[in-house]
């Protein structure tokens, strides 16, 4: 809920201090307390260090043990001169907590992921200041004391006590790296005067019955004469009065439905328009925003072992990545949270999974998802380990549950409700024969077809099918975690066996961030593979042997035949490069061939989106939010309307042409292939109508009209082609899709110039591009500018080829400076300004031939 002018605690200055544990157990014994720190509210423990550091954006100055080992207050006082009755409301603090008002213990909090109310009894009248207090206990002494063990260890934690506690996993578990524990009110607290008009509580519940969208309004109101009798809902622009009536509580309490009559659906934005209504609530002195509703349907199809999402009747190919908080330290970040939501729209994907390691996320989070149109797989906060099966326990769950669901039913996001991470997987994989687990088997789904009927519920990610003899582990159906390509450093190929349905997690590689971010973070390229302040970044499951950075090794060395150790010792920054392409070759060929109508998959979401903190974590963005090489791998896959180019073996290349958009694309689709001097032996048009969510398929030999081997699986003599260009335009001539695949394979012979040449160019209204092109093919062609980000970069070029790219502004530089290189290219090349002659940068080419090897 938003704050209100009944809020008295807007605008509170806090500090917080820590104790030994137990040593304060009251606000009245804090005067011995003498090192306190200023706080934000809502905030963290860390992220008020990290303020008092002066060091804001770094995760690793506040360090996880000082964190969880004391015992942690929250205080403030505000100025009141009200008489009568406060309600306090704490939307999240973490688990356990006790909070006091003028030093009376007023509630008392068990769950991180619960919020809370009280009743409080003001002051005896007068100009009075109030205290509030929050104490919270310290987590590692919380997990000393014993409880029963659970059926099976968690392999992501060593403190197996956090079966059960109601908290993150953010800052336990080693694969999050040198993270902090999050301790403190992390989420808004209110002490409301219960005289002045506000909204106290609202959920909203929205649904669609033919043409008519329906929201279903429930609503606690304060501060409000009874006889003020209606309340107007507004939906947009339709509204109703609705009677206020009293409740058990005092309170005035509204419920009702508002009708929409011919409403618009909302569509994932790879489909459709994000058709949302704003709610609101109006009345005398009060006008509080509710946030969206929209309005659509979900279904999932789980036949013959799938799990097929479908939007309004639509089916969706989702795909994605798995999200971490943009600020993991306050775990505050509206700004960074919109920045990175408005990128993965605009690189069309289309779902992001919160997963059960984190915390659920902010209203604003959910607000911009429905905005951008962004489905959301929400699982619920549990993971690894076994959730105990107590009353007191599912109590806490059930709480929970209810309260994340009325705060986001009406939001047309959410597509999923999942029981947790790797719930399942975890006993599955240690062998357990007894699989069920009364928490997410039966009593979840009890609950949920109580509060939220209507809403898609998986026990688990992984899980296997509803029906048969499938374990959580098996990847060919249900909801798969593949790591086949990747932590099991199986083959490219072994996808093709897999038969992943969906994947909600998948991909997983120690990626490293740009050189000019490494550069800034550790200082030197040199650092990378073996330095510890480098290590410490790279992600590693608990008790393993290796780590995700041996596993990107493992592709270089398959892949391109070098030995990535050689490498790093001679040439760090050609150890980096590498090691970014087998990432960009291992997602290529992975979402490629899933995107494919063909292969059955309809998901896939990436593991991560985003970096925890500096290093060569899990993200295709940086922690930062900047993109990593696989990013634009994933950008090309995931367009809407988009073109594959994949290698069927025998049968030679496939071309897949594909149309999720609500109208039809009509055009031409153009093949060219090039061999390794530039010639073009082979181009041909073909007029093509593409139908609104549909796709077509070739084989390259039927669009040409006879045998080529383009790929030289026949092996008859001397390869023929270096490289293939397929573009799509529609009718006006506009480029939808252009796709360049280089025959061969990715092991290919590094040039001492494949004859880069990259010219910037203003283009109106500061807007820049670059057009780059190449004598020779180009093998992943990266752009590293100052103050500009490309659009698309770590591409292919074919001999003769070009590519112009736009840029995006992120400084204040007046023009565009930066290098372009390729990996199978010695020689890297300057961005040359505009102001050069054409003659000049044609000597600018011919000189960067004659540069030494082991120039840049």
């Known amino acids: 809920m938003p704050r209100s002018s009944a809020d008295l605690l807007v605008g509170a200055r806090w500090r917080c201090a820590a104790t030994e544990p137990g040593s304060v157990s009251d606000p009245d014994a804090l005067d011995t307390v003498t090192e306190w720190v200023t706080a934000s509210v809502p905030g963290t423990v860390g992220g008020a260090l990290r303020e008092s550091q002066s060091d804001a954006g770094r995760t690793k100055s506040v360090a996880s043990a000082s964190v969880e080992s004391s015992d942690w207050w929250f205080v403030t006082s505000v100025a009141t001169t009200d008489e009568g009755s406060w309600l306090l409301q704490f939307d999240g603090v973490t688990a356990f907590a006790d909070v006091w008002i003028d030093g009376v213990l007023v509630a008392s909090a068990e769950s991180m992921f619960t919020p809370g109310e009280v009743n409080v009894t003001a002051g005896t009248g007068g100009d009075k200041r109030v205290q509030v207090a929050i104490r919270f206990h310290s987590l590692s002494a919380t997990l000393s004391s014993r409880r029963p063990r659970g059926r099976w260890r968690s392999s992501m934690v060593r403190e197996q006590g956090l079966r059960w506690i109601r908290t993150t996993m953010l800052g336990m578990a080693p694969v999050f790296g040198s993270v902090a524990v999050p301790v403190g009110p992390w989420r808004g607290i209110r002490l409301l005067d219960l005289g002045v008009a506000a909204v106290v509580s609202a959920d909203k519940h929205a649904s669609v019955h033919g043409t008519t969208g329906r929201v279903a309004v429930n609503a606690r109101l304060t501060g409000l004469p009874a006889s003020t009798g209606y309340v107007t809902v507004r939906v947009g622009e339709h509204s109703r009065q609705l009677a206020a009536v009293p409740g058990p509580d005092g309170l005035l309490e509204v419920s009702g439905v508002v009708e929409v009559s011919d409403a618009q659906l909302w569509w994932p934005h790879t489909h459709g328009d994000a058709r949302t209504y704003p709610v609101t609530v109006e009345t005398e002195g009060v006008s509080e925003h509710l946030g969206p509703v929209g309005f659509r349907t979900v279904e999932v199809d789980r036949s013959d072992g799938g799990f097929r999402l479908s939007v309004n009747g639509v089916g969706v190919y ?244 070098e030995d990535p150790r050689a490498v790093r010792w001679s040439d760090p920054e050609r150890y980096l490069d590498l090691g970014r392409a087998a990432v960009c070759e291992a997602y290529a060929s992975t979402l490629g061939y899933w995107r494919r109508p063909d292969s059955r998959c309809d998901g896939a979401l990436t593991l991560a989106l985003r970096d925890l903190e500096p290093g060569p974590g899990w993200g295709v963005l940086d922690w930062n939010g900047n993109p990593k090489a696989p990013w634009f791998i994933l950008r090309r896959s995931a367009k809407p309307i988009a073109l594959l180019v994949t290698d069927d073996g025998m049968d030679g290349l496939r071309l897949d042409a594909i149309n999720e958009a609500a109208h039809p694309v009509v055009g031409e689709i153009r093949f060219r292939a090039h061999s390794r001097t530039g010639v073009v032996p082979v181009d041909v048009g073909l007029p093509v109508k593409v139908e609104a969510h549909s796709s077509l398929t070739w084989s390259i030999d039927s669009l040409v009209g006879r045998f080529t081997d383009l790929t030289h699986v026949f092996q008859f003599g001397a390869r023929t082609y270096d490289a293939v260009t397929v573009t799509l335009e529609t009718e006006d001539g506009e480029m939808v899709d252009e796709v360049v695949h280089l025959l061969g394979g990715p092991a290919r012979p590094r040039e001492r110039s494949v004859g880069l040449v990259a010219t910037a160019r203003n283009i109106g209204d500061d807007e820049w591009v670059v057009d780059v092109s190449t004598d020779a093919a180009a093998q992943y062609v990266a752009l590293e500018l100052q103050c500009f980000e490309p659009e698309d970069s770590w591409f292919h070029l074919a001999p003769n080829g070009r590519r112009t790219v736009r840029l995006r502004r992120t400084g204040q530089a007046t023009k565009v400076i930066g290098r372009v290189r390729a990996l199978n290219s010695h020689t890297s090349v300057a961005v040359t300004p505009p102001s050069v002659p054409a003659t000049q940068s044609s000597q600018s080419k011919r000189t960067s031939k004659k540069t030494s090897a082991t120039g840049n």
């Not at 505050?332 to 997963?355: C, F, K, W, Y």
Request: with cysteine; proline share 7%.
């Open 318 to 561: 989702c795909r994605g990545s798995v999200w971490v908080p943009t600020d993991p330290v306050s775990l505050q970040d509206d700004s960074g949270t919109t920045r990175v939501l408005e990128r993965l729209a605009e690189a069309g994907l289309n779902m992001i999974r919160v997963p059960g390691t984190m915390v659920y996320e902010s209203d604003h989070f959910w607000d911009e998802c429905a905005r951008l149109g962004i489905l959301v797989w929400q699982d619920m906060m549990l993971a690894t380990l076994d959730p105990p099966d107590t009353d007191e326990f599912f109590e806490l769950v059930a709480a929970e549950v209810t309260a994340f669901l009325r705060r986001v039913h009406g939001n047309p996001a959410l597509a999923v409700l999942c029981g947790g991470s790797e719930t399942e997987q975890q006993p599955t994989m240690l062998g357990l024969v007894d699989q069920h687990i009364p928490l997410i088997h039966s009593r979840l789904p009890e609950l949920i077809s109580e509060v939220a009927p209507e809403l898609e519920y998986v026990t688990s990610s992984p899980s296997a099918p509803l029906e048969g003899d499938q374990l959580a582990t098996h990847v060919g159906s249900g909801v798969a975690h593949y790591f086949g390509v990747g932590a099991y450093r199986r083959p490219l190929a072994d996808v093709l066996g897999a038969r992943v349905r969906f994947a909600t997690e998948s991909l997983a590689f120690a990626i490293p961030p740009s050189n000019a971010v490494i550069e800034n973070e550790f200082g030197s390229l040199a650092v990378a593979g073996h330095h510890p302040a480098w290590k410490a970044a790279v992600p590693r499951d608990n008790g393993s042997s290796w780590d995700f950075e041996d596993v990107r090794d493992h592709y270089v060395h398959t892949l391109f035949g």
